[in-house]
């Protein structure tokens, strides 16, 4: 039954989508819930593209409109959750104080200037990019890929290597519950899917390339705002990971918009 918590897990802690409730949590659900969370992020993604479609049937000239709805609705179905995460990140990091000051400041309610723009910034990355996939044609597969992509971020910072900045929350939960081996099968996963996805939509064996990019820039996010937050902060919390969730998906969305 642990896989099937770890399912209720993520999509319960990932989403607003109605999941029911795990009847075991504890650091082994944790763990396999964070390497199923691009299954989440497929279906958050999926719905944006629904809407993404709807929006270009009813009005094929509101591009702009039909970005901005696909990201608002990645953004709704995720509760706000990685928005306040990167708020609160950046915050901290903007503060540049001592650690335990920086862990204070990611724990207070209210958002400060760091914060609101990096929430602004990254939203107008990934509406603009977004835009200019709904222009070449490509996006409602953009936004799949970039909310699947940026979702295979938590696996990564969730290695065995990274540890918990602090002994509560989310972040204690999953911290260092990973294996390589399970991050790397769940990136094979992701990557080969978003390459058939491509190739079945016609797309053509240059937005292909660009596919695959996006996906590996979106772990090397990953990686890198983990390394970041272990020099920081000493390791991971939650607002880390819903951090690398929102700076990986803009990530993801301007290299498909520069590449198809």
């Known amino acids: 039954m642990s896989w099937t918590d770890a399912a209720r897990l993520s999509l319960g802690t990932l989403s607003v989508?109605?999941?029911?409730?795990?009847?075991?949590?504890?650091?082994?659900?944790?763990?396999r819930a964070m390497a199923l969370a691009p299954m989440v992020g497929a279906l958050v993604g999926g719905i944006a593209a629904a809407v993404v479609v709807l929006a270009q049937l009813v009005n094929p000239d509101a591009d702009l409109l039909a970005a901005?709805?696909?990201?608002?609705?990645?953004?709704?179905?995720s509760g706000g959750l990685h928005l306040d995460g990167l708020a609160d990140f950046a915050d901290a990091l903007g503060s540049r104080r001592d650690r335990e000051t920086m862990l204070r400041i990611?724990?207070?309610?209210d958002i400060g200037p760091?914060?609101?723009?990096?929430?602004?910034a990254v939203l107008?990355?990934?509406?603009?990019?977004?835009?200019?996939?709904?222009?070449?044609?490509?996006?409602?597969?953009?936004?799949?890929?970039?909310a699947t992509a940026s979702r295979l971020?938590?696996?990564?910072?969730?290695l065995k290597s990274i540890p918990a900045a602090r002994p509560d929350g989310l972040g204690n939960m999953v911290a260092a519950t990973v294996r390589p081996i399970t991050a790397a099968l769940a990136t094979a996963v992701v990557l080969t899917a978003c390459l058939a996805l491509s190739w079945l939509t016609d797309s053509g064996a240059g937005r292909s390339a660009g596919v695959g990019a996006a996906v590996l820039l979106a772990v090397a996010t990953s990686l890198l705002t983990s390394r970041r937050a272990r020099r920081a902060l000493g390791g991971t919390t939650g607002d880390v990971?819903?951090?690398?969730?929102?700076?990986?998906?803009?990530?993801?969305?301007?290299?498909?918009?520069?590449?198809?």
């Open 124 to 146: 107008l990355l990934d509406i603009a990019a977004l835009t200019a996939c709904v222009q070449a044609g490509f996006g409602w597969q953009a936004i799949l890929i970039g």
């Open 153 to 158: 971020t938590l696996p990564w910072a969730c």
């Open 106 to 109: 990611m724990k207070q309610s």
């Open 114 to 120: 760091f914060g609101v723009v990096a929430i602004v």
């Open 68 to 77: 901005v709805l696909g990201v608002l609705v990645v953004a709704g179905l």
């Open 241 to 260: 990971l819903g951090a690398t969730v929102e700076l990986a998906l803009p990530v993801a969305l301007v290299t498909l918009a520069l590449t198809v």
């Open 17 to 31: 989508l109605p999941a029911g409730m795990p009847s075991r949590v504890d650091r082994t659900v944790g763990g």
